[in-house]
């Protein structure tokens, strides 16, 4: 919302909705993925401008700089944040829940000092009990990014945050490891041997991360690669995707019934199964 600020000055609320409408509505279509799956796609919205965007000039209409920081359109920034919160909470044309684009609302501070921002706040409050689709991102580090896939990070980059345009991430794969299978081929009772599975099937993982990306590297760096698009390098001197710098996730499922298993009882029925859970979760 902050980015999209400058290009709504002078723009009534109602054009402001208009736009907010349009880009959930294009980011929740179906028609991208096999299956007719929605794009995973994380909308990161702020009550206010951050203190690392405010000082950073603005860029505006015809991707020109607009002679103000981003710290000027705050104003714009929470008309645009509650234009979206609406369309959020009035759901589709039949009422029904835009599970995509995830709604990330950032709180810090000064979402409770500032009297405007504690209003949407509330507001982002009452859309998350209607219909569930607020998700809060507690700041509690300067800068904070958090994305469906590549879950939530911290920008140390400068230059970064200086050229916010430049911002592009990659949660490239994720891999799940199946605890429950991890602890039956331990055996019931043997921790240390579920863990050393579970470590196990990590570097499995792990090598398949990498064997895919090798092979994704091809495609990108080739010029006749099916990804060569997204892997030349673009004005800015970076590519769109650096797969250097991108995310390389493992997940896990199944720790409840992984714990169950082991001792007999579930995370919720003992505080020796709640902290078996935190150490297996840990490794």
């Known amino acids: 919302n902050i980015f999209y600020a400058p290009f709504f000055v002078g723009v009534p609320y109602g054009q402001i909705k208009q736009e907010a409408q349009r880009l959930i509505y294009s980011c929740s279509q179906n028609a991208f993925s096999r299956g007719g799956q929605t794009l995973f796609v994380d909308f990161n919205i702020h009550l206010g401008v951050p ?84 998700y809060f991102v507690f700041d509690r580090d300067e800068v904070n990014l958090s994305m469906c896939c590549r879950l939530k990070t911290t920008i140390k980059d400068m230059y970064m945050i200086e050229h916010p345009e430049s911002m592009r991430y990659c949660g490239f794969q994720n891999v799940s490891i199946n605890l429950p299978q991890a602890a039956y081929r331990a055996g019931k009772g043997k921790i240390k041997d579920c863990i050393e599975e579970v470590k196990a099937a990590m570097d499995i993982a792990m090598q398949g991360h990498l064997e895919k990306k090798e092979f994704i590297t091809q495609l990108m760096t080739q010029e006749r690669g099916t990804l060569w698009q997204i892997g030349k390098i673009a004005e800015d001197g970076r590519p769109y995707v650096d797969l250097e710098k991108a995310t390389y996730i493992i997940g896990v499922i199944g720790l409840n019934e992984c714990v169950q298993y082991l001792i007999g009882e579930q995370m919720h029925e003992s505080e020796k199964a709640y902290k078996l859970g935190l150490r297996i979760i840990a490794v």
Not at 105 to 129: G, M
């Open 51 to 134: 203190n690392y965007l405010k000082d950073i000039p603005a860029i505006g209409p015809g991707g020109k700089y607009t002679g103000k920081t981003y710290g000027e359109y705050e104003k714009e920034t929470q008309l645009f944040a509650k234009a979206l919160m609406d369309v959020w909470m009035e759901g589709d044309a039949q009422g029904k829940v835009f599970p995509f684009p995830k709604f990330d609302l950032h709180v810090d501070q000064n979402s409770f000092d500032d009297k405007e921002q504690l209003k949407l706040l509330k507001y982002a409050c009452k859309v998350a009990s209607e219909n569930g689709s607020t």
